[in-house]
């Protein structure tokens, strides 16, 4: 899987050199060409040209090694920027990154719901107020936005507690379009669990194989999917819908219940705020004893709904990692991985491989990470698709 080198390729050639640099971290020009397969002197070129366009900076130089004092080559950190936006339940969240996704700045407004018009501005404001967080230079280096979002949140009034007349706009409204629209930047949707899932592989530790389930617990659990080392989206952009997966108990319709009246996080922020404790108070240093038997309440009654839930998608796809991340203080979602551990031994699973099951690394900002990410990803990776650290692009002919 190598670069070529004539001069066909050289967009795709430059990707490969940042991408390389991105994965290892400051190279030489020798280095570079041996993990890209150019030559020595098209790497020269490529970087040079890097160098010229303000996405590279030069190191000094390293002496005291066998052979010829070495250049470092490295990112630069304000060669490119993008921003990030995620509309849930209760806040819209936006930030500025930097080419490495280190964040530069951020926006947030709480909200009682994401109520269509009103997020859309709030979120459309604080494009426009991040980007004039830069020069007038570096504004053009911005690669575009980033939405993350639930999808089809309009059908999902009964579980946020509002009257479906105040979301259904959601089911005409085209978010990335009133977006690029008013900041004049390409813009992306994306489902925010697949947006999380996308920030644990470019950024966390959780995802090292390539093939992966990865459950987000926030206001509703999600997933993201990965095969063959990419981050899966579907036809329709939802692969990982395990919030809709029915449930062995009936809701009131008398149909199945879903996944997500249970085992979302928004039915344990209710539950705590009937107990007197606001969400935000978990991640304390301790949460106090009232939150710990609130939350553990909570977690006994759903533990093995989100088990059996893995054990079906076990069941399709032959996943190596099972990773469980989201909007609980570190201590509870290593807890949760604990116990789904345990709960998995109470199933037959004659016919399945269990996989390794760690705990994301990201957390609470992975949405609005990985919406963030993408446009950078798209704009400079040989393959916008490959996401999984270590491995490969695939390679043009030469």
């Avoid at 060669?79 to 509309?87: E, L």
């Avoid at 700045?105 to 859309?120: G, S, V």
């Avoid at 990982?240 to 809701?251: H, L, N, R």
């Avoid at 989201?326 to 949760?336: A, H, K, S």
């Amino acid at each position: 899987m190598r670069g070529g080198n004539t001069v066909g390729l050289r967009a795709y050639n430059e990707r490969l050199v940042i991408d390389a640099i991105l994965r290892a971290g400051p190279l030489s020009k020798a280095e570079i060409a041996r993990a890209t397969g150019l030559s020595g002197q098209a790497a020269k070129v490529i970087v040079t040209s890097l160098l010229d366009d303000g996405l590279l900076l030069q190191g000094e130089k390293i002496r005291g090694q066998v052979g010829q004092p070495s250049t470092p080559n490295m990112i630069n950190p304000r060669g490119a920027f993008s921003i990030g936006v995620k509309i849930g339940r209760s806040s819209t969240d936006a930030i500025l990154v930097d080419f490495t996704g280190a964040v530069v700045a951020r926006r947030q407004k709480p909200h009682a719901a994401p109520i269509p018009d009103e997020a859309l501005e709030t979120a459309c404001r604080y494009v426009e107020a991040l980007a004039a967080e830069l020069g007038e230079a570096e504004r053009a280096r911005i690669c575009g936005v980033g939405l993350a979002m639930p999808s089809d949140i309009e059908l999902w009034s009964d579980e946020l507690g509002v009257a479906p007349e105040r979301l259904e706009g959601w089911g005409t409204l085209d978010p990335a379009a009133v977006i690029g629209a008013r900041s004049a930047l390409s813009t992306v949707v994306l489902n925010d669990a697949t947006a999380a899932c996308a920030a644990e592989m470019m950024l966390g530790d959780g995802i090292t194989r390539s093939s992966a389930l990865y459950l987000y617990l926030g206001a509703f659990i999600g997933a993201g999917i990965v095969i063959d080392g990419r981050l899966y989206q579907g036809a329709a952009g939802n692969a990982g819908a395990i919030a809709s997966m029915p449930t062995c108990t009936a809701a009131a319709s008398g149909r199945p219940a879903q996944l997500v009246g249970t085992a979302s996080v928004i039915a344990l922020e209710r539950a705590l705020s009937d107990a007197g404790i606001r969400f935000e108070t978990v991640f304390d240093a301790e949460p106090t004893p009232e939150a710990e038997a609130v939350y553990r309440a909570w977690r006994d009654e759903n533990i093995d709904g989100i088990a059996r839930a893995i054990v079906s998608a076990l069941a399709i796809l032959d996943f190596e990692t099972v990773v469980i991340d989201g909007v609980l203080p570190p201590q509870w979602r290593r807890d949760i991985v604990r116990q789904v551990r345990t709960a998995l031994t109470r199933f037959d699973l004659r016919g399945i491989v269990v996989p390794q099951l760690v705990t994301g690394s990201v957390g609470p900002p992975a949405r609005v990470l990985g919406a963030a990410l993408m446009p950078l990803r798209v704009r400079f990776s040989p393959d916008p698709k490959l996401l999984v650290a270590g491995r490969k692009p695939a390679a043009a002919g030469a």
